[in-house]
């Protein structure tokens, strides 16, 4: 497809089930970012990959949080033991390089019951 | 910590008039600028952006003005049409990477 790629649009989960959600970027974006966006907040930055290195994970908030991009194309976000406070949309951008605006998927909507 | 402040949360505005949306910044190693507008149920969709080295730039109906001493961004729309009514996110970056956003406005154009 033409655009970031966000798979499932929905999840509800019951605390303390693991969560798995998949992003596949457009082909050839060499950066690829996730972002959680809560209610009337705008997306707040998790972590970063250049390829299949993930070079920044700061905005990870604990380690239940896992991110891969072994291929360096498709990446999964894994939240381990869920918790009513993840429920939010999980964005997936992807960006040719540097300088070059990231495009956004339509996301992951995550309710933990 | 929030570096990215967008401080009206809505605007309306009357169809053929301009939109001024306004952002502040607290991080001056910030080089990268962007606009991203957002509809319901959809991810946000880039608009336009700006880098440090430039204080304007424009693309059709859209114009983003960058001052640096101040860490102030703005958006101008003109002429606004209904279309544009959507909420509107300043974001903010080094090099790209990062990138943090504001809270967003919600934009109105009544026709």
């Known amino acids: 497809g033409a655009g970031v790629s966000q798979s499932p649009r929905y999840k509800v989960a019951k605390r303390g089930q693991d969560v798995a959600l998949r992003c596949d970027p457009i082909?050839?974006?060499?950066?690829l970012f996730w972002y959680q966006q809560a209610l009337g907040q705008g997306p707040e930055f998790l972590t970063y990959?250049?390829?299949?290195?993930?070079?920044?994970k700061s905005g990870l908030p604990s380690d239940r949080f896992f991110a891969e991009r072994p291929e360096g194309s498709v990446s999964t976000l894994k939240i381990q033991r869920t918790q009513q406070e993840d429920s939010a949309v999980y964005l997936c951008a992807s960006s040719p390089d540097n300088w070059q605006p990231q495009h956004f998927g339509d996301g992951t909507r995550l309710s933990i019951l | 910590d929030q570096q990215v402040k967008q401080n009206s949360p809505s605007l309306s505005v009357q169809e053929g008039r301009i939109s001024i949306l306004n952002c502040d910044y607290t991080n001056s190693m910030f080089d990268y600028f962007l606009w991203y507008k957002k509809y319901p149920a959809e991810g946000p969709t880039f608009l336009i952006s700006i880098s440090s080295i430039k204080d304007k730039n424009e693309d059709g109906r859209f114009t983003v003005f960058l001052n640096k001493s101040a860490k102030h961004l703005s958006l101008h729309i003109v002429p606004s049409q209904p279309g544009d009514s959507a909420v509107y996110f300043c974001?903010?970056?080094?090099?790209?990477?990062?990138?943090?956003f504001g809270a967003g406005t919600r934009l109105t154009v009544k026709p």
């Open positions: 990959f250049q390829n299949e290195a993930q070079l920044d």
């Open positions: 082909s050839g974006h060499v950066s």
């Open positions: 974001a903010a970056s080094e090099r790209n990477n990062d990138m943090r």
